[in-house]
C-alpha cells in the first residue's frame, strides 16, 4: 500500500477555496485515490475519487497530475462546516483489502 | 447509500470488565468489516480485519485475546474488549466493505466513545 504525506494542518475563512495537497510517491498503477473527511466523534466519510486528470462532484474536485504522484483535494468556497480532518488514501479500490489511514490534514475555517 | 450503525455510540464502565460492540451493515451484506481505534487527535489505526465465518486477521501489536472479533452474519460484527483497561479508553471505529459489480467501496460506522474508569 502506498504511503502518503500530507500537511498536517491548514487554515482558511470562509468562503475561501482549500486545496490540500497529497503526495503519494510509490502509487501503482492499479492504485485509485480517494479521500475522507472526518468530523470529531463521527467515522470518516467519503468525498471523492480519481485515477488521473480531474474528478468533480457536489463536494469537491480532485486534481491529479500526469504523474500521479500527487494529488490536490479542492474544496471551493469552505464554510466553517468544512471544518474536519482530511484523510488521502490510496490503494486499488478493487481489491483493497483494508485502508491505512495517513496522519490526515486538520482544516480548520475561520469566520 | 450503504449504511453502517455501531452500538453504543458510547460506553463507560469499570476497569476489569468486558464490553462489546456491536458493528451492523443495515441495507448490505458484508462479508469483511474492519475495526479501527482512534486515540484524540489521531488517525485511525486499523486493528482487525472481520471475515464473516472465519476468524479475524489482526494487526501487528494488536492483542487478538484481549479484543475478540465475531463476524457471525453477513450483516453483523462484533468487538468485545475483553478485561478493560483505562488505557483502552479510546474511539473504536468499523467499516463494512461492500462489493457490487465494477466497485468495492467501504462505508464506516458513527463510532463507539469507549470510557475506561
Known amino acids: 500500500l502506498a504511503k502518503t504525506t500530507q500537511p498536517i494542518s491548514m487554515d482558511s475563512y470562509e468562503g475561501q477555496e482549500v486545496n490540500i495537497t497529497c503526495s503519494h510517491n510509490?502509487?501503482?498503477?492499479?492504485?485509485?485515490i480517494t479521500w475522507y473527511q472526518q468530523f470529531p466523534s463521527q467515522g470518516p466519510r467519503f468525498i471523492i475519487q480519481?485515477?488521473?486528470t480531474k474528478v468533480t462532484n457536489e463536494v469537491a474536485s480532485l486534481f491529479i497530475p500526469a504523474d500521479r504522484k500527487s494529488s490536490t483535494l479542492s474544496l471551493p468556497r469552505v464554510s466553517l462546516s468544512d471544518t474536519a480532518v482530511y484523510y488521502c488514501l490510496v490503494g486499488d479500490p478493487y481489491n483493497t483489502d483494508k485502508l491505512i489511514f495517513g496522519t490526515g490534514t486538520r482544516l480548520q475555517v475561520f469566520p | 447509500g450503504a449504511v453502517v450503525s455501531q452500538h453504543p455510540s458510547r460506553v463507560i464502565c469499570k476497569s476489569g470488565t468486558s464490553v462489546k460492540i456491536e458493528c451492523r451493515s443495515l441495507d448490505f451484506q458484508a462479508t469483511t468489516m474492519f475495526w479501527y481505534r482512534q486515540f484524540p487527535k489521531q488517525s485511525l489505526m486499523l486493528m482487525a480485519t472481520?471475515?464473516?465465518?472465519?476468524?479475524?486477521?489482526?494487526e501487528q501489536g494488536v492483542e487478538k485475546d484481549k479484543f475478540l472479533i465475531n463476524h457471525a452474519s453477513l450483516t453483523l460484527s462484533t468487538l468485545t474488549v475483553t478485561s478493560a483497561h483505562p488505557e483502552d479508553s479510546s474511539f473504536y471505529i468499523c467499516?463494512?466493505?461492500?462489493?457490487?459489480?465494477?466497485?468495492?467501496?467501504?462505508?464506516f460506522g458513527p463510532g463507539t466513545r469507549l470510557t475506561v474508569l
Open positions: 472481520s471475515n464473516e465465518g472465519s476468524k479475524a486477521t489482526y
Open positions: 510509490n502509487i501503482a498503477t492499479n492504485d485509485y
Open positions: 480519481g485515477y488521473k
Open positions: 467499516s463494512a466493505r461492500l462489493w457490487t459489480s465494477g466497485s468495492d467501496e467501504q462505508f
